[in-house]
């Protein structure tokens, strides 16, 4: 066994001491990334990855942030890219969003009273409406592509198939937990813990990446690239993305910040039924959605015209909300 003193070292055996990082409350370690612009910032932005990815898939919308004078930062979630924990595993959904949050704190330490936005991607885009829902005056605006509100697995994929049967038996045993004992257990929660406690680890297969753009080239580097995670979605994971899909609904109705929401049409992850669902369901008065027909899931890396205009938007719509003297304002 190595010595309590050796270096603390990445999935991929990189020494954390060499990399920028930061420790989480379980004392996990993260991956960090950091694009600073040339100049003062004039705001903060960080960048939440989707399930299985990682930050490092974020560098060509960085790199445009970075040059609206934005410092752009992200980590890897726990589990995730260069980051610790087993791959895709976490114990609460609400570890990413505690996580996000410190990082939002140790940013803002050095850069005090600069405006705090959120971009988040699919998974990214729930932790990200969490983490605005905890802290209902604390971020200037959120920007999200694609999140998971509704999930839509309609990929033609065991991941489809055992999800819908993992759903199945959620609502199956909820229905039986509500008859049993309606006094002790709220809907849904005690099916749950049974399945994750009984079938942790059970794999409900891997998600097809051809359903993630119509681009191929961007298909074929997503297949490329090692710090994608390429186990099968395990049952105690979808557990918890089921959980991120009841907290998000709840959260909802809290939402009082701007934001931007870019989604596909033919998003066979996160349904677009969930874009709609978020922009009826939100306080907020400064709200934004854009629909691309026939777009899939990771509109940043689709067909180029699809992905100008995500660039474009978000380009935007940043610019607006940063333009008065670094204030975040509504148009």
């Known amino acids: 066994m190595p010595e309590a003193s050796s270096p603390r070292r990445t999935p991929q055996n990189v020494p954390y001491q060499d990399l920028p990082h930061l420790v989480n409350a379980d004392g996990q370690y993260l991956f960090c990334r950091y694009w600073k612009p040339s100049g003062t910032p004039k705001a903060l932005i960080f960048v939440s990855h989707g399930a ?28 995730h890219g260069q980051s610790e924990g087993e791959r895709m595993v976490v114990s609460d959904f609400q570890v990413f969003v505690r996580d996000v949050l410190q990082h939002v704190d140790t940013v803002q330490k050095d850069h005090p009273g600069l405006p705090v936005f959120l971009l988040g991607h699919s998974m990214g885009g729930a932790i990200s409406i969490l983490a605005a829902a905890e802290r209902p005056a604390h971020f200037a605006g959120m920007v999200l592509i694609s999140p998971l509100v509704v999930a839509n697995p309609e990929s033609a994929t065991t991941f489809k ?20 004992i309606p006094y002790v257990f709220q809907l849904g929660v005690l099916a749950a813990k049974v399945l994750n406690l009984v079938l942790p680890n059970m794999s409900l297969g891997p998600i097809d990446s051809s359903v993630l753009s119509r681009n191929k080239s961007e298909v074929d580097l997503y297949d490329s690239d090692p710090l ?7 049952v105690c994971f979808g557990i918890q993305l089921l959980n991120a899909v009841s907290r998000v609904e709840r959260a909802m109705p809290r939402l009082t910040l701007p934001f ?4 596909g049409s033919a998003d066979r ?13 939100s306080q907020s008065q400064d709200k934004t959605l854009k629909i691309y027909e026939g777009a899939y ?31 975040g304002c509504p148009p």
């Open 297 to 327: 899931h990771v509109l940043h890396k689709e067909l180029p015209e699809v992905t100008n205009s995500v660039f474009h938007e978000i380009n935007m719509w940043v610019s607006h909300r940063t333009a008065a003297a670094g204030v």
């Open 228 to 234: 994608i995670c390429r186990a099968g979605v395990k």
């Open 52 to 79: 299985g990815e990682h930050c490092g898939r974020y560098d060509e919308l960085a790199q445009m942030l970075r040059g609206l004078n934005l410092l752009v930062f992200a980590h890897d979630h726990v589990g």
């Open 260 to 263: 931007l929401l870019l989604q």
């Open 161 to 180: 198939e055992n999800w819908m049967t993992l759903k199945s038996f959620v609502e199956k045993a909820t229905q039986m937990t509500k008859a049993w």
């Open 269 to 281: 992850l996160c349904d677009s039924k969930g874009a709609y669902l978020l922009m009826d369901s």
